[in-house]
């Protein structure tokens, strides 16, 4: 783990497990939402600046994570 990344983290909503890795990037943080029933993987960026909590980060992107699953389009699983 890079020495700006955070712990993962596992969640559940409306039936589905989530887990979400976050990584820092120059410009904010990179979120990676993985819903565990079919491994379908949605990258969120939220960039530096007012929403977070200063004091704790991590529990800032968890909650908006949390928020952005009922607002994503979680789209089936496709072949190429």
């Known amino acids: 783990m890079k020495p700006r990344d955070l712990e993962p983290h596992q969640f559940e909503e409306d039936g589905h497990r989530f887990a ?19 491994g379908t993987v949605q990258v969120l960026a939220f960039p530096d600046g007012p929403g977070f909590d200063p004091d704790d980060v991590r529990d800032s992107l968890i909650a908006g994570c949390r928020a952005a699953v009922a607002t994503l389009g979680w789209a089936g699983t496709t072949r190429h």
């Open 20 to 38: 979400v890795a976050f990584e820092r990037s120059p410009d904010g943080w990179i979120c990676r939402l993985r819903r565990e029933s079919d």
